[in-house]
């Protein structure tokens, strides 16, 4: 069964920086895309950010871009989120998505349950 | 503004038939698969339907997609109050090269 757990969400102020991490199992991690997509509360799903199986060409929203970076490390079967230059909008609940193949373009499978960020003076 | 266009809301009775439409552009569902998630309330989003019409196992066979040119739409028979959810599509953007989603649409069941 495949699993993802997400952990480093919390409060944090703005101009701060948090890393967001990701447990997977279940699953090669080595052999596929991951991503993160966040949902601010009441709204929408926004894909965040996509890295590939080999972590060649990792892509960002174009809100994102430039603060945040996206990292994995498979001997670990671990996913990354360094989050700087923080500001209230990536007040959000972030997930970890595990694609269905090695690359970005690929639909989206299984999904964790979440971290929440929250991002306030 | 999401990149790809739903309906806030949609509703109808138990047991009827309801369609959510999905519209985008030639760089998105144009020329890529259209994928569709289920959120229910308060839990993370799941998958759907991939790849236009694709079921995953495990999938009811209530839900079904469709996909013409720009357009994309999901469509629920037999409606039932556990599928009181928010529903979202999603495709590739060649141009944005970016994942793009919609807006969400929230079923109610009458």
Not at chain 1, 93 to 106: H, L, N, W
Request: glycine share 10%; proline share 4%; hydrophobic share 35%.
């Amino acid at each position: 069964e495949v699993q993802l757990v997400e952990s480093g969400g919390g409060l944090e102020q703005p101009g701060r920086s948090l890393r967001l991490s990701c447990a997977a199992s279940g699953f090669t991690f080595h052999d596929y895309a991951m991503h993160w997509v966040r949902q601010a509360p009441g709204k929408g799903l926004e894909w965040v950010s996509g890295i590939s199986w080999n972590s060649g060409s990792p892509g960002y929203a174009d809100s994102v871009k430039g603060r945040f970076t996206i990292s994995r490390d498979n001997a670990k079967n671990s996913l990354y989120l360094q989050m700087n230059s923080l500001s209230a909008e990536d007040t959000a609940m972030y997930y970890c998505v595990k694609s269905m193949a090695a690359t970005i373009p690929e639909y989206f499978k299984e999904w964790g349950q979440g971290t929440l960020v929250t991002v306030s003076s | 503004q999401s990149v790809l266009t739903q309906p806030p809301s949609v509703s109808e009775a138990p047991r009827q038939r309801v369609t959510i439409s999905c519209s985008g552009r030639s760089s998105n569902i144009g020329n890529n698969a259209v994928n569709w998630y289920q959120q229910l309330p308060g839990k993370a989003p799941q998958l759907l339907i991939y790849y236009d019409d694709l079921l995953p196992s495990g999938v009811s066979d209530r839900f079904s997609g469709s996909k013409s040119g720009t357009s994309a739409s999901l469509a629920i028979s037999g409606l039932q109050s556990e599928d009181e959810a928010d529903y979202y599509c999603a495709a590739w953007d060649d141009s944005l090269n970016n994942w793009v989603f919609g807006g969400g649409t929230k079923l109610t069941v009458l």
